[in-house]
């Protein structure tokens, strides 16, 4: 009997070995160990063995079935694997072949390049305020100091509504705006669209967008203008950005100064964007003068302000390297969706 | 302003080199332009003499030349039609490199050897302002007397360095090599030795025998006259000319170019009557009648105005003042004596009289920025000093000089204290005053403060802010230690508007929409293109009175039309898709309330899309998007059928809480034809800005985790097919009743299986309850209940 079970164990391992799926596996399990199964067959002839022997062909039988059970798992197991890594290998694709992109809108280039303008300024304590396009003669020129014969008021370089109401130049207005209405301390930037009757070409468009800022305080001086701006281009342009103010004039600031910053296509080298300079001219800028503080009603005895403007489609222009202004208004998708 | 460095060096002893000087004015305010090196690259280049000019024998545009170069003959073949034989002109030999970049070779034209180049100032490299008229696109013809085979730069020394000053209009006074020798001088700390003037007069007081009679005094405040006597004209010396040139004025002849010259030198425009033609030698200075005619040098005959000041005698206008001389007084080659003019004008009255007439002279854009009327006589008195050096003529003993009211210097205390407090320096006063001085501004102590007195040409210097200005320019800007904000700590940022408005732009972003910046004026034909009715208060615009063009002419009340603009030109350009938004202001003619009375601006949003997967539910899939992402409830659609820029039945109405914010549609075919457009459909949503910001509210609250499985339900029904889902919608939520958590149209079908003029319309409905596990026969309840609801108000069936 005993020979017998070994008998049936090997025959048994021997079908294992070579079952290709589950279905010939479970046929096995039912030939051997199934209710009328061979070994169950065995097991039910027990009895006819002299008693003594039973313990041992019963432990026989039982290592006999754990061996069996163990060898249909891991067969089992085996063909699950097998069957899975078919499965993979038949799932292949070509990972060469493209994906599917999500489709994303942008900002426009110029809300981009005022959006990282932006973000300095508000790191450093500044309000965004902003006004009207058609603003009036008074608060575009007059409080803003602009001599009453100042050619910007002419027809030839602003664009009017009617005498007293025009296209705004600059966003200085919004700042006026802002002294009339509000005390000092005055930290605040005012971006927008601005004006001027020139006929498009390259590098000129009617329309252009304005950063301006104003600080008003006691005791602010032309060092703190310096300061803040050195800030300002360093984090826009990187740590190793120079600044360079140069004296100037502006009827509204006194005094004023140009700000001209290492050219950030070549470091300061020179190279054709900043004509061989190294500098590339940024900003205007200077203390407000004492007349447009008396014109908002703030008192230029106790306090002092500075002020700065740049424009963002020329900042725009160098940073992204576009070489016509014209493009930046014609909303063309293949230029918009290169930012 | 160009000022050649040799000059200037006559008034100020600078010894550094050109770069460095241009480099330091800059930074102490006088912002250098250009710094050109004029001649360089010139020194092969000489003097040669045309002998004899033939025909090209198989060239009609052609000439062979032969030249002389220091005892050697070339045949030179060339185009130029303004030489001569005996003429003098620059020749470029085999070899030479010019400034172009040209190296010079025998060539042959034709099969006629060119054995060298004559050369155009263009080939030289001398820029057209400096080039006489007679020689613009021909050859530069040599003075007779320059010397054979001599290098062209010694016979025309233009070998300078010339610097090119931007003058910013607060300082007319710069306008001179004087002016730019002060700013020179008081920059780099040397002294300043302006021009000495000695004069030597000759024969009787004229000043007894003329007279000068200033009757408008408004528009003349000093009028100084001299006479010169025995004149002879004729071109000034090649010194001169070169000066002139380098200065880019066009020389002319003597009389003229000694004007031009103390103009340059000085500031002060001068003027050059010939003394024949006045009468009685008595210049009046007057107002001119209303409607007179006058005749300009310049040969044009000119109507005057009452504005205008006239320089006049007693029967003839002679000039108009400040601007340009009249054509009868003119000085000719056969004037012999001269009453030279130095006079001031109101600076307002020039403007205007030079833009009334369009005319726009060197004289007329300098009065206008504001002269010193103290330069009148000077200038008179140096430019009489070169008539007589330079043999021009003789100087009549007697100046006329009319100043009824002479200019009073400008005098105030400044404050050291207030200087350093400004700039963030530590100046002592004794800097600022040495600073001061070295600008030719009188300053002194007074006790703690200083005294300052503006010298007469820097009429900009007001307040104490402009000496303050004048301290730290040449103090140096770039001296001052940079500082940090002081005061109180300041938190910045957006405002909850701007806020919004940046979420905004984040989500149409995340839509694919991409941004769209257009100009704020447009045509008024812009509302026809989009159909807007004829008595639509959009056609109401604010108009500009002097605009670019009809194109440019009025506010936008609209970015509809902007955005069939953007949409057209891209489907013009073959983009096969787009979608796009521009939120901007719209201008309206009705004023706001406010005290400035400006028009009202409402900020506008506008959505558009084309290309062959976009139709009317992916805009207002990207319209519901936006307005759930910026926090807008109680939103509804309602069918709009009357919109004249819309498909009549593809156009909604968008309500949010009630409040109308915006139309959305397909465009309508008309309005798409009206922009070139075809075949393609576009789809637009216009959205009120202002509401949809001031509505916006993005307030997250957590809800608690559903912790009770859901029941799920579909109900398909099939009812009349001019039933909008909206109504059904409507039941839906009235007799959901409380478990509804959600539900979802999934399917709408309209085909042979269910019948003509219906349409099946599927949902999935999901019930919950927050305390405890629903039951099925519970749900069925609701769902048979509202079933009934849907038979009985829409005639709806549930689909077998």
């Known amino acids: 009997m005993e020979e017998k079970l070994k008998q049936l164990q090997e025959e048994a391992a021997e079908m294992l070995e070579k079952v290709k799926d589950s279905k010939e596996v479970e046929n096995i399990r039912v030939k051997y160990l199934g209710k009328k199964g061979a070994l169950t067959e065995v097991l039910r002839s027990m009895g006819s063995l002299p008693k003594d022997e039973r313990p041992r062909v019963g432990q026989v039988a039982n290592e006999v079935r754990e061996h069996l059970e163990k060898a249909i798992n891991e067969t089992r197991e085996r063909i699950h694997e097998d069957a899975l890594e078919a499965r993979l290998m038949k799932e292949t694709i070509d990972v060469t072949m493209p994906g599917q992109t999500p489709v994303q809108g942008s900002r426009h280039p110029l809300t981009q390049a005022l959006d990282e303008l932006k973000e300095v300024f508000i790191g450093m304590g500044f309000t965004v305020v902003e006004g009207p396009e058609v603003e009036t003669v008074s608060n575009n020129f007059d409080m803003l100091n602009a001599p009453p014969n100042h050619p ?163 900042i725009a222009m160098q940073k992204y390297g576009i070489d016509d202004i014209r493009l930046l208004y014609e909303n063309d998708l293949r230029f918009l969706s290169q930012f | 302003m160009l000022v050649p460095v040799k000059w200037l060096k006559e008034y100020v002893d600078i010894n550094i080199n050109t770069d460095e000087l241009a480099d330091q004015m800059t930074m102490s305010g006088s912002k250098v332009e250009e710094v050109r090196h004029w001649g360089e690259g010139l020194d092969e280049v000489i003097v040669g003499r045309i002998e004899k000019i033939t025909p090209h024998p198989r060239a009609d545009k052609l000439v062979v030349a032969k030249v002389t170069i220091g005892g050697k003959e070339l045949q030179i073949v060339t185009g130029a039609e303004n030489i001569h034989e005996g003429d003098k002109i620059p020749m470029a030999l085999e070899g030479t490199e010019l400034p172009n970049g040209v190296i010079i070779e025998e060539t042959f034209f034709r099969g006629e050897a060119s054995q060298g180049m004559m050369c155009s100032p263009d080939e030289l490299g001398i820029p057209k302002h400096m080039v006489p008229e007679e020689f613009k696109g021909g050859i530069w013809i040599l003075d007779p007397d320059s010397e054979i085979g001599k290098p062209f730069t010694e016979v025309l020394p233009l070998v300078e360095d010339v610097i090119e000053f931007e003058i910013t209009s607060n300082r007319p006074d710069c306008l001179s090599v004087l002016g730019m020798a002060r700013e020179a001088a008081a920059t780099t700390g040397m002294e300043l030795s302006p021009p000495q003037i000695k004069l030597k007069e000759e024969g009787i007081d004229w000043s007894n025998d003329g007279a000068v009679s200033i009757e408008d005094e408004d528009g003349c405040y000093r009028y100084v006259a001299r006479r010169i006597s025995d004149v002879k004209i004729e071109p000034s010396p090649q010194w001169m000319q070169q000066r002139l040139i380098q200065a880019g004025v066009r020389p002319i002849s003597n009389v003229v170019d000694i004007t031009n010259y103390v103009m340059l030198e000085i500031g002060q425009p001068l003027h050059a009557f010939d003394a024949e033609k006045i009468v009685d030698q008595h210049i009046i200075v007057r107002q001119a009648k209303e409607g007179e005619a006058f005749k300009t040098l310049d040969g044009v005959e000119r109507k005057l105005t009452s504005n205008m000041t006239l320089i006049a005698d007693a029967e003839n206008a002679l000039g108009i003042a400040g601007v340009m001389g009249g054509e009868e007084s003119e000085i000719t080659d056969q004037t012999t004596s001269i009453i030279l003019e130095s006079a001031n004008f109101n600076q307002d009255r020039i403007r205007k009289t030079s833009q009334e007439l369009g005319l726009r002279t060197e004289a007329s854009s300098r009065f206008e920025k504001g002269m010193d009327p103290e330069l009148c006589l000077l200038a008179a008195n140096r430019a009489c000093q070169l008539i007589e050096e330079l043999g021009t003529g003789k100087i009549n003993a007697g100046v006329l000089d ?33 600073i001061l001085n070295s600008l030719e501004i009188k300053a002194e102590k007074s006790q703690e403060n200083i005294m300052v007195t503006a010298p007469s040409f820097r009429k900009d210097l007001q307040q104490e802010a402009d000496f303050i200005e004048e301290i730290g320019r040449i103090y140096g800007f770039d001296k001052i230690t940079p500082t940090l904000m002081k005061g109180d700590i300041m938190v910045g940022g957006l405002s909850e508007r701007q806020k919004m408005e940046e979420r905004l732009k984040d989500t149409l972003a995340a839509c694919g929409c991409f941004e769209s910046l257009t100009y704020s004026f447009v045509s008024p034909s812009s509302v026809d293109a989009i159909r807007l009715p004829k008595d639509s208060f959009k056609r ?261």
Not at chain 1, 177 to 200: E, L
Request: overall charge negative; some cysteine.
């Open chain 1, 152 to 314: 910007s008021r002419d027809f030839s370089d602003t664009f009017y509504i009617d005498e007293n109401t025009i296209l705004r130049t600059q966003t200085s207005p919004v700042q006026v705006r802002v002294m009339k209405k509000n005390k000092p301390p005055i930290r605040v930037i005012s971006p927008g669209r601005c004006f001027r009757n020139d006929t498009p070409d390259a590098t000129h468009s009617p329309m252009f967008n304005q950063l301006e800022g104003l600080v008003v305080d006691e005791k602010s001086t032309l060092g703190d203008l310096k300061g803040s701006l050195e800030i300002f281009a360093k984090h826009l342009f990187g740590e190793n950005t120079q600044t360079k103010f140069r004296p100037h004039y502006f009827p509204f600031t006194e005094p004023s100064a140009e700000v001209d910053v290492t050219c950030f296509k070549c470091q300061g080298k020179g190279c054709p964007m900043c004509k061989g300079s190294g500098w590339i001219e940024m900003l205007g800028s200077g203390m407000v003068h004492p007349n447009v503080l008396r014109n908002c009603g703030i008192d230029p005895e106790k306090y002092s302000g500075w002020a700065f403007g740049m424009g963002i489609d020329r």
């Open chain 2, 402 to 434: 009319q100043y009824p009211k002479p200019a009073k210097c400008f005098q105030m205390e400044i404050r050291p204290e207030k200087v350093n407090g400004l700039l963030g320096t530590d100046l002592s006063t004794d800097e600022m005053i040495d």
């Open chain 2, 540 to 800: 109401d615009f604010v108009k500009l009175l002097n605009p670019l063009g009809d194109e440019t002419s009025v506010m936008r009340t609209s970015i509809l039309p902007n955005m069939m603009e953007v949409i057209a030109r891209n489907i013009h350009r073959n983009v096969p898709t787009g979608r796009f938004y521009e939120i901007g202001h719209v201008f309206y003619s009705e004023l706001e309330e406010t005290a400035d009375e400006l028009p009202m601006e409402v900020t506008e949003l506008v959505i558009g899309i084309f290309g062959k997967d976009e139709d009317f539910f992916t805009l207002k899939g990207i319209v519901q998007h936006l307005l759930e992402k910026m926090g807008i409830k109680q939103i509804s659609y309602e069918a709009e059928t009357n919109h004249p820029s819309y498909h009549p039945g593809r156009c909604a109405t968008v309500y949010a809480d009630g409040k109308l914010l915006g139309t959305m549609g397909e465009i309508h075919p008309i309005v798409g034809k009206n922009y070139d457009l075809d075949k393609d459909r576009c789809y637009a949503a216009e959205i009120n800005g202002n509401l949809l910001l001031e509505m916006a509210s993005v307030k997250p609250l957590y809800q608690t985790l559903p912790r009770y499985p859901s029941i799920v339900r579909d109900l398909a029904l099939v009812l009349e097919e001019s039933v909008p889902v909206k109504s059904i919608e409507e039941i839906i939520c009235e007799y959901g009743g409380d478990w509804l958590e959600s539900f979802e149209l999934f399917d709408v079908y309209q085909g042979n299986q269910i019948g003509e003029g219906l349409k099946s319309v599927a949902y999935t409905m999901t019930f919950r309850h927050t305390e405890r596990t629903l039951k099925d026969s519970e749900v069925d309840q609701v769902v048979q209940r509202l079933v009934k609801e849907l038979q009985k108000q829409l005639k709806a069936k549930l689909r077998e």
